[in-house]
């Protein structure tokens, strides 16, 4: 059980449309909330509308909204003063697709989670990233690289979910959010990284 604080903490806190582990992503969230953490949650336009078999997107965007106890950020134009003008201490993607990593390790800006990504990362403030995709071991592999190499990224610790029917596949392990945060306050990589 984690038993530290993160009181006065600002954290951006992103989730993209990895429909079937947003629920473990919010239960995290809500653990940050009640450690102290002042949350402002960051939503990729896919999760912020489409209902899934594992969410209704106005349910979902609900219960992050109480439990922040803020607005969402969804739009390009309302992330982007993430950067100077409104710096977070944190920004927590989580879950992170391939798609949004591969952008944002390219510099690209062109949604709510990786505008918030670019103007928080030109400060090369701490970012952690809670990985899920299908093709990390593959399509993705590169992106994942290219974001190891940043000294302001860390990743929340991988593995397999179903090595046989998703050779490609990995998903972050989100019992570790909290240990995985504390590291990179630090400027440390919890390890290993791939379980």
Known sequence: MFTKSFEGLKIGYA????????ERSFSEMEKLVGLGASVYPIMSERT???????????????RVK???????VASVEDAEPFG??????????????GNTL???SLGISDGAVSMAAKAHLRADR?????????????????????MLEHKAVYFLPMRQDDPSKKPHSLVADY????????AALRSEQLRPIFM
């Open 126 to 146: 701490v970012t952690l990233i809670a990985l899920s995709s299908n093709d990390a071991m593959s399509r993705n592999l590169p992106s994942i690289a290219r």
């Open 102 to 104: 591969a952008k944002i």
């Open 66 to 72: 109480r439990c922040a106890g803020r607005e969402i």
């Open 175 to 182: 019992s570790r959010m909290c240990d995985a945060l504390d």
């Open 84 to 97: 100077p003008a409104e710096p977070l201490d944190v920004l927590i993607i989580a879950p992170c697709t």
């Open 48 to 62: 912020y509308s489409v209902d899934s078999r594992f969410t209704v997107a106005s349910e979902f965007r609900e």
């Open 15 to 22: 989730f993209c449309a990895s429909f079937c582990t947003l």
